[in-house]
Nanobody, 126 residues
């Protein structure tokens, strides 16, 4: 049974930092990687970042490039999203997700991910 659990969200001031965690279990060796998505009120879910299971390569949305870093700890079955220089527009519920048919061309297509965590709220406000 595939399970993903996010943690680490909260309230932070603009310019601050947070580190999100995605603990996963039950994944077969066929899964492609882990993606982070976010959804703000009234907006569509958007891809934030992705890390490949095969080689650890990473991808970032232009809106977070240079500020966010995705990483993994294979021993702990956990993927992290370090978020620095946070802006009010980063406010959203953040989700991690995984699937079997994801690659560098499709990483931000939420329809490719059948397995999702419950989400963690990130609020950037003064």
């Amino acid at each position: 049974q595939v399970q993903l659990v996010e943690s680490g969200g909260g309230l932070v001031q603009p310019g601050g930092s947070l580190r999100l965690s995605c603990a996963f279990s039950g994944l077969s060796l066929s899964y492609s990687g882990i993606g982070w998505f976010r959804q703000a009120p009234g907006k569509e879910r958007e891809g934030v970042s992705y890390i490949s299971r095969r080689d650890g390569s990473t991808i970032y949305a232009d809106s977070v490039k240079g500020r966010f870093t995705i990483s993994r700890d294979n021993a702990k079955n956990t993927v992290y999203l370090q978020m620095n220089s946070l802006k009010p527009e980063d406010t959203a519920v953040y989700y991690c997700a995984t699937g079997l048919l994801v690659d560098r061309r499709t990483w931000d297509d939420s329809g490719r991910y059948p397995y999702w965590g419950q989400g963690t709220q990130v609020t950037v406000s003064s």
